[in-house]
């Protein structure tokens, strides 16, 4: 068995009390406390459009903790975090934020959709959800196309004029190959999600990316938020990526002062493990030294089986408060 994979049940360093903290988290979360209904919900004026964001406050004596920002990926929306969201431990340790990107669920479509479908300007948008927040510490979960905003976004800080008081301690992507600048690189070759780049594509050629997207049958929230999301957001992606749009993500997983935590399902359809873990290794800041793979999981771990997942990112979030 490679190093960094096996059953994500014995994937804690804490061992039994670990597991005991998921299965406390999880017992308690097997009705949803968390949904976007029992977060406090707002809608944020931006150039980037209308965005939709929600948080949730933690107990008194964790103000001090960092806040935890979710990024979703391409055609979904923060919903796919719910079973995150609903982590009692979570909620009690640390303000929860969530958005949906420009054209992507409860968000409006762009008015320019040139100056804001793309990875930078994604994570432009985040930051402006960081201020309306008040956020100056956090740590980042970015899924998918999430992960390369979380990339993108540490770029964004280090470009500020004036600079911005936002320390971010750690970065977690899951399901993203960190991709240099102008390459699109580091997915499987029999990967088909050529549907979300295509403003043309049938809708059930949509679904069918949605089906790639967890490992049973997507729940029918997510076909929704596949053909809701503006159907130029991948094309302008794309284009803008290849026009120069974007940073070196390599480097920056390189020199990232935070931890970077690069965590994919042992099963992942879409991404080339290989490739991550060759352009990954040597990171300085590489939690636990190496890219972990969670055995038999798919794109969305953390969807599939939250309290295997959980195990893990508490254990990184932990890690991120030292």
Known sequence: MRAGEGNIKNSSTDGIWRRFRVFIATYFSSVPICTPSTMQEQKIETEFGTLWTASSEPQAFSKSNPAILFLHG????????????????????HKLIVFDFPGHGRSSDAPDPNKSYYQYAYAEAALEVLRYHNITQLIVLGWSLGGHVALELVSVLANAKPPIDIRIAGIMITGTPPVPKQQITGFRKDADV????????????????ASVFTKSAPPGWLVEDVL??????????????????????????HDFKGWIAVVNGGAEPLIDLDYCDSVCKGAPRLWRGECIRLKDEGHAPFFDNPQG???VFLDFVDSCKL
């Open 194 to 209: 050529s549907a979300l780049f295509n403003p043309e594509a049938s809708k059930e050629d949509l679904i069918k990316v």
């Open 74 to 93: 391409s055609a979904t929306s923060s919903r796919i975090f719910e079973p995150l969201l609903n982590s009692p431990e979570l909620k009690a340790n």
């Open 309 to 311: 997942f959980l195990t």
């Open 228 to 253: 809701r999301t503006n159907r130029l957001t991948g094309s302008t992606m794309g284009a803008k990526f290849m026009q120069g749009h974007c940073s070196d993500q390599i480097k920056i997983v």
